[in-house]
């Protein structure tokens, strides 16, 4: 047959540097051959056969920053490598990266040529010449050349990547516009009073949040320390989209992609909710998503210092929230197949549990706060006569109680089969709608993709991460567990960001013309974000919101002197917090049912009738039973039937 005659090109054979090659039905795929080859050539240490791959890569896509970088190393002269770096910067003006690398082999070309002592090929021609006599009142010393522009400082930074601030600062505009301006209920109002007091929280203790928290009201100086808080959890938020759009873009190497999948997670309606009030959980998400990003930093340079930041992190984490522990599978599997034997070294396990040591010394903050006597403490119990008696936190045995969540054991894993169906089918409810629908397609591609790509590493840090979590809050009953899952949706951008990416390089893959690295066409995937933003604004705008607060003040300005009022999460915290922030009627008992048993609460409401009012915010049919309550205002005041 003739080689013109195969129309589709698949038997079509040439010769390239020695080696037979088949031509791809695509140029795209034929790029994505030419990677999975020079990787499988690294890993074989065979350098000379990733070599001639990657250079075939930057002569296809020579906008391809990875691709320079890894040839540069590859190269077995300071010489070469500069050239090389040369030619990358020709191609990618503004990439920080090539810039440092070229910088960093031109100095080591100076040293090597020093080392030979022969003057660096560039500088001979700045010798003085003995032949030509110097001009008449001149200087024979020679004239040393300014370094070239690529090793100048440059203004053009990928620092400046318009897609990576874009990423940031778009739903941090958002979050603010949309946040509640005081403070909200539930654990929002518990977690604002207890960082103004540098307090104690329930379980499992918080440290991290408090002390950031603190911090943060502090550099912050505008609106009440709740609103302060409710724009902090703005900016964690912010900061994990952004650092979404990072991890995506060094998986990818795709901008529109990394940037509708990270502005689609970021507008997603479960994940804006954590993001306007006073909570942990996007605190979480920017630890979970900074652990990632330094973990794939370190695939690429293998330099110990970045696990050792990542562990180091992952330690601190668990001073903000006790499900860190989740994230233990993945990494230790991606570790393990990154580093292989040489993280059994002695000297790298020392350093790894010493950096997580480290991050675990925040827990520290409760023993000690526990010494101080702070004005805030949910870690104890009311008894029969109204006074609060704190856990010794000095004590192991009850520090560990707190850290680890005892008190919550009842509810883990306490579901019939009958209800664990039923909340499979809501958490798969849950994340369809995370992602508007249209991201599931692409999240399954990303997994796929993975797969395909024996990426094995990838898929465990994520998959692990994804299925612990998973599975556990599957199995937690509580009341607002859809905030616990955010950790899902956030490896569900990843790979809804690889699946989006692996779409476009197919798309190009029909195209005559040759493949760009970001087409423009591929920013119209923003669009997705932009229909999740518009959905999901008017659900979760909150920024007249003051019920809480508004409901804590009357009910405090309505209470009698010496009152105690009883209430449960939605009414307690808020009342606290007006009383130790805004220093509100500071002679009412408030305390929180969950903080006294049954029988402790009815023996103080009897000891207190006729001595001083008692208030409960919320009616239960065992008080409606006993005592007769009589409406003031947002709460009842508990009167004794035998005096009616």
């Not at 896509?61 to 040369?86: H, K, S």
């Not at 604002?192 to 991290?208: D, E």
């Not at 949910?378 to 006074?387: K, L, M, S």
């Amino acid at each position: 047959m003739m080689k013109g005659s195969d129309p589709t090109g698949r038997k079509e054979r040439r010769r390239m540097m020695g080696e037979t090659v088949y031509r791809q039905d695509t140029a795209a795929e034929r790029v994505i051959r030419w990677w999975q080859q020079a990787e499988a050539a690294v890993r074989a240490n065979q350098p000379a056969r990733a070599r001639r791959f990657l250079r075939w890569i930057t002569a296809a896509c020579p906008d391809d920053e990875e691709a320079w970088l890894w040839l540069a190393r590859l190269l077995p002269t300071a010489a070469e490598q500069v050239d090389c770096l040369q030619r990358a910067y020709i191609h990618l003006p503004q990439s920080d990266r090539v810039r440092r690398a070229l910088r960093r082999a031109r100095a080591r070309q100076l040293a090597a040529s020093v080392g030979e002592l022969r003057p660096a090929p560039g500088l001979i021609r700045c010798l003085p010449d003995d032949r030509t006599p110097a001009a008449e009142g001149g200087s024979s010393r020679p004239q040393i050349p300014r370094l070239s522009p690529p090793l100048q400082p440059s203004t053009r930074s990928a620092v400046l990547d318009w897609a990576g601030w874009l990423a940031f600062a778009l739903p941090l505009l958002v979050y603010l516009l949309t946040a509640c301006p005081t403070v909200y209920s539930l654990d929002s109002a518990e977690f604002s009073a207890a960082v103004y007091t540098l307090g104690i929280v329930r379980a499992t203790g918080y440290p991290l949040y408090l002390l950031l928290g603190k911090l943060f009201t502090l550099l912050l100086p505008v609106g009440d320390i709740a609103f302060r808080l409710n724009v902090m959890s703005a900016v964690c938020a912010a900061g994990t989209t952004a650092l979404v759009y990072q991890i995506l873009r060094r998986l990818t190497r795709q901008r529109a992609a990394a940037l509708a999948a990270s502005l689609l997670f970021a507008f997603s309606y479960y994940f804006w909710a954590q993001a306007i009030v006073a909570e942990v959980y996007t605190l979480h998400t920017l630890l979970m998503a900074a652990v990632f990003w330094l973990l794939l930093r370190w695939e690429t340079s293998r330099r110990w210092r970045w696990p050792a930041a990542a562990i180091w992190l992952y330690g601190l984490s668990f001073g903000n929230h006790m499900s860190t522990l989740l994230l233990a599978p993945g990494i230790a599997a991606f570790l393990l197949l990154t580093a292989g034997r040489e993280l059994f070294r002695p000297r790298r396990m020392l350093l790894l549990a010493a950096c997580f040591a480290a991050g675990l010394a925040i827990y520290a903050y409760v023993p000690l706060r526990y010494l101080a006597d702070p004005a805030f403490n949910y870690a104890g119990h009311f008894d029969a006569t109204g006074r609060f008696i704190p856990l010794d936190m000095t004590r192991p045995e009850n520090l560990w109680w707190l850290v680890t969540g005892k008190g919550f054991q009842g509810l883990m894993f306490d579901y019939t089969p009958a209800e664990l169906l039923d909340e499979i089918g809501q958490e798969a409810h849950r994340l369809w709608a995370a992602f508007m629908g249209v991201g599931l397609l692409p999240g399954l591609l990303g997994v796929w993709v993975q797969a395909r790509q024996r990426r094995w590493q990838h898929l465990a840090l994520f998959g692990l991460s994804f299925l612990a979590n998973l599975v556990f809050f599957v199995n937690y009953r509580v009341v607002d567990k859809e905030t616990m899952f955010l950790p899902t949706y956030l490896v569900g951008a990843v790979w809804v960001g690889e699946g989006l990416a692996w779409l476009i390089r197919w798309v190009q893959g029909w195209q005559a013309s040759p493949p760009r690295r970001t087409p423009r066409w591929s920013w119209g995937l923003a669009a997705l974000a932009v229909l999740a933003l518009a959905v999901n604004w008017p659900l979760v705008d909150i920024h007249n919101d003051t019920r809480a607060r508004d409901r804590a003040e009357t009910a405090l300005a309505l209470a009698g002197p010496q009152a105690i009022i009883l209430g449960w999460w939605t009414s307690a915290p808020p009342m606290h917090y007006q009383q130790l922030v805004e220093g509100q009627r500071p002679d009412v008992l408030v305390i929180n049912r969950f903080l006294i048993g049954a029988e402790e609460m009815y023996a103080l409401i009897d000891g207190s009738l006729g001595r001083r009012p008692v208030y409960v915010m919320e009616l239960d049919e065992g008080l409606i039973n006993v005592y007769r309550p009589v409406p003031v205002g947002p709460m009842f005041e508990l009167t004794s039937r035998q005096a009616a």
